[in-house]
Each structure stands twice: as C-alpha cells, then as structure tokens.
C-alpha cells in the first residue's frame, strides 16, 4: 500500500465537496480505462455526505449507466426496512442517479445471516468469473474500483467490531454477524481480505463522535496497542480519508 492521502477539512460540507470531486475523478478513470466503475457504500452518515454527486456539475458529467454499486455491509432485513443499508443508500442516493436497477447488488432477502452471506459471497464470486468484476492478482479476492468506508465511534469499519471474531476472517469474502453491537444485530458485511483488495478506499469521517477513534487510528501512538478495525484498513490500492475538523479534534 503507498501512503494514505490525509485531507483535513475544516466542515462536513467541505468533505463532501472534496468526496464528490474525487469519486467523480475516479467514476471517469475507471470507465475510460475499464468500461465499468464498481462502488461499494457504506451505510450511516456517508449516504448524505454523498449529495453534492447529486447536483451540477456531477449529475450530468458522470457516466452513472456504467457505475455498480455493492454494499459493504447490511442489515439483515427486508430491502423496505427503517434499518436497512439498501433503502438508506436507495432513498438518499440511488434513487436521484441513473444507475440501471440492474447494476445496483443488494442482499437477497428472507435468508438467514449466514446464508446471505453465503448468497453474496457467491454473487460476487459469479461476477468476477464473468468479468464484469476484476480480481487482485495478489490475494484472488475480487478487486472493488471504490470502496466508501464510514467509521463507528469505536472505530468499527462495515460491520467488523473489536471484540467480534468476524475481523479476523482469512478465507470467507463476505461474513455475517448476528451479535452486532450496534443494532439492528443480524448483518451480513465484506471482510478485511475482500476490503484490502480494493483499488482505492475512501474513508469517510466526519463529527465529534469519532475523534477519539481518528486520534487512535491517526495520532502519534498508532502503532501502539491492539489495532482498532479501522487500523486494518490497508488496501493494496490506495487509502484517502476525508475528515472533517470534528472529526480530527483529538489530534490538535
Ligand atoms: O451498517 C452500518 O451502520 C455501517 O455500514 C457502519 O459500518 C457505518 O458505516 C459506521 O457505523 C459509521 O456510521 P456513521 O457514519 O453513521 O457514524
């Protein structure tokens, strides 16, 4: 991995700004080169950080028929649930943008965590054998263009906790949880080999809620101590975090 990119910001909203311009940048390197930009959304706050993809000039100069969005992680429940990641991402986002619906891979639903997982793990296993997903020549998982990755207060990235077995996964693409501390508990989510294949991570943290993580995972003692989640973080492509000054109030 080649050093992480590190933008201050000094509000949410200019994270968003910095955010759109980058994945816009991005949306047009991968198509020119790929035909295709695959995008994989967090849920939480990173959904509205999204919105200024949704006005001029971004609206209207990205190419949106070539994008694929997967989901990092989610709440199993039905796709018109309160707590789901897919109606998040669809209400706030996908809905505005043209993405052919065929191009957008939610959870099946009326599964179990552990078969949902299985479900699509196998998707993105299919998706790579037709090549419409490229794989790491490094680790044999598939290679995400874009991953968009939020960050707990406890430094939870996806669902993949501290104390959770789940962070440790070497074999599995996608694993599930059915104790998550932050509810709803049953979630399906990518492991860090899925994650750590990727081609570029944004993380995106913005708010008060975080220092305390941001100055764990960025301060002078980051190499100290058992790692947080999001220290695990280290894609063979590259990493960019957006923060907000909230975000890196710690750090002053
Ligand atoms: O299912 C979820 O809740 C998430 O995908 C989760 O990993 C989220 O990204 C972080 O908890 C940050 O959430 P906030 O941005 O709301 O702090």
Request: one cysteine or more; aromatic letters at 10%.
């Amino acid at each position: 991995m080649s050093q992480p990119v590190i933008h201050n910001l000094e509000t949410e909203s200019h994270v968003a700004d910095a955010l759109a311009t980058y994945i816009a940048d991005l949306s047009a390197k991968f198509i020119a080169a790929n035909g295709s930009f695959s995008v994989v959304l967090s849920g939480g706050t990173l959904i509205d950080t999204l919105r200024k993809l949704l006005e001029p000039p971004y609206i209207k100069s990205i190419d949106w028929s070539k994008w694929l969005i997967f989901f990092l992680d989610e709440r199993v429940v039905p796709l018109d649930h309160p707590d789901s990641n897919y109606k998040l991402a669809y209400d706030g986002f996908l809905s505005k943008v043209p993405i052919p619906k065929s191009n957008i891979y939610p959870i099946k639903e009326n599964l179990s965590p552990e078969e949902a997982a299985d479900e699509y793990e196998q998707r993105l296993k299919q998706l790579v054998a037709n090549n419409t997903l490229k794989t790491s020549p490094t680790t044999g998982f598939a290679k995400l263009d874009l991953m968009l990755v939020g960050m707990g207060p406890d430094g939870h990235v996806a669902s993949l906790f501290c104390w959770h077995f789940q962070r440790f996964e070497k074999k599995k693409w996608v694993t599930f949880i059915t104790d998550s501390p932050k509810p709803p508990p049953p979630r399906i989510t990518f492991t860090f080999p899925l994650i750590n294949s990727a081609d570029q991570i944004a993380m995106v943290v913005t708010g008060e809620d975080a220092a305390d993580a941001v100055k764990v995972a960025l301060g002078e003692h980051a190499s100290f101590g058992y790692p947080l989640p999001v220290q695990k973080v280290k894609p063979e492509g590259k990493l960019t975090w957006f923060l907000d000054s909230e975000a890196t109030s710690g750090l002053k």
